[in-house]
């Protein structure tokens, strides 16, 4: 017994020893192991944080103080985009058409006069000279690569008038091609971004990089569908004028003078874009822009809390018809929305009347009433 306990005394004594070794082993060696994993950990996260590309909100900020509004003398308007360090603006050729000076408009509201020094009478694009914006830092140009299907795209202008108005959506359609009055446009990008008379001329940007990709240029149903053309295909045509200005331009159309192409905007249409405009914000969750388009009195009543709680169950919504009709001093537009809701039952789908007043304040068109109702 005394040599087994002899034994155990001294096991006892070794192990002991054998784990304050490795306790003071592991107190001096492991915090230094461990604070090198976290700088390996750090250095490999600020990398992955340079190849992020910028965020959306950014990229439309920097983006919209290079957009402006192009108006000629009879009042019609388009969009254009500065692009060189000449201050060259481009532009759709039907928005100048047969103009030499055009009023140019930037995002800072200063009026300033442009000189169209170059068109094409068979190519919708056309290059503006703004002697003011020369040494003015330009867009990012996508000059090497088209953008692809499904890519996300951001389509600035001045829609209906609106100016420094934002959409985004994605590239729907690619080559595709029609003829409008003399122009032909071949290889177009289709585009999920609503789009309005006014916005052509205005730039397709790549929503990740910020560099224009297109210029907007046509639309159809309503502004659901909207069309532009690769910034690349037109590129050197640009380029040519930008070096080497057009003495003499040419006539579009079959008129002798004025404008033959470029956009006039009615009450009707404003209020309908603007009602459009207001059910895109809201799908975005952009409900800061949402509340923006209220009237005064509207916004009085309700505060911007309360307006964005009463939006926060809907998930999405769909306009499935809209009629658009003046009414005495103001113009009423009724849609009809099937709109995604979410409750304690889960998500459920149901279809909405709404009648939405519309009316100039300060000369804005804002949205001045809604009345909502159930069709179900």
């Known amino acids: 017994m005394n040599v087994k ?3 155990s005394i001294i096991l006892t004594i070794i192990f002991i020893g054998a784990g304050s070794t490795v306790f003071f082993h592991v107190k001096n060696t492991v915090p230094s192991q461990l604070t090198a994993a976290s700088n390996l950990y750090l250095e490999s ?3 992955e944080k340079e190849s992020v590309p910028q965020a959306l909100k950014e990229i439309i900020f920097e983006s919209q103080k290079l957009v402006v509004k192009i108006e000629l003398p009879d009042g019609s308007f388009g969009s254009g985009f ?14 100048v058409a ?3 000076e055009v009023k140019v408009t930037t995002a800072d509201s200063k009026e300033l006069t ?3 020094i170059g068109i094409s009478i068979d190519t919708d694009i056309a290059v503006v000279r703004v002697s003011e914006l020369e040494g003015v830092d330009s867009f990012k140009l996508a000059k090497n690569r088209k953008a692809e299907l499904g890519d996300d795209v951001i389509a600035l202008g001045s829609p209906l008038g609106l100016q420094n108005t934002v959409t985004t959506g994605i590239i729907s359609g690619t080559a595709r091609e029609f003829e ?3 122009f032909k446009y071949e290889d177009l990008f289709q585009i999920s971004a609503p789009i309005a008379p006014g916005n052509s001329g205005g730039p397709l940007i790549d929503a990740k990089t910020g560099e224009v990709v297109g210029i907007n240029s046509a639309t159809m149903e309503r502004g659901i569908i909207g069309f532009s053309i690769p910034f690349v295909n037109v590129l050197p045509l640009i380029e040519s004028w930008s070096e080497s200005p057009m003495e003499i331009l040419p006539r579009i159309g079959g008129n002798s003078s004025g404008n033959s192409g470029a956009e006039i905007s009615t009450n009707k249409d404003i209020a309908e874009y603007l009602v459009n405009y207001f059910y895109e914000s809201i799908n975005y969750r952009d409900y800061v822009t949402a509340y923006s388009l209220l009237g005064s009195n509207w916004q009085s009543k309700t505060s911007y809390e309360d307006f964005r709680a009463g939006f926060l169950d809907f998930l999405t919504i ?3 018809d809209v009629l658009t009709r003046e009414k005495e001093s103001m113009v009423e537009v009724i849609s009809v929305i099937t709109a995604q809701e979410r409750s304690e039952k889960g998500v459920s789908y149901k279809k909405f009347k709404i009648t939405f007043e519309l009316g100039l304040e300060n000369d ?3 949205i001045l009433s809604e009345t909502r109702e159930s069709m179900e």
């Open 114 to 116: 442009g000189e169209v």
């Open 98 to 100: 047969n103009a030499k």
């Open 45 to 47: 996260e600020v990398e």
């Open 318 to 320: 769909e306009v499935d």
């Open 82 to 95: 500065l692009y060189n360090n000449k201050g060259d603006v481009v532009t759709n050729a039907h928005v």
């Open 364 to 366: 804005q068109m804002k």
């Open 180 to 182: 409008i009055d003399s």
């Open 5 to 7: 306990w002899f034994v």
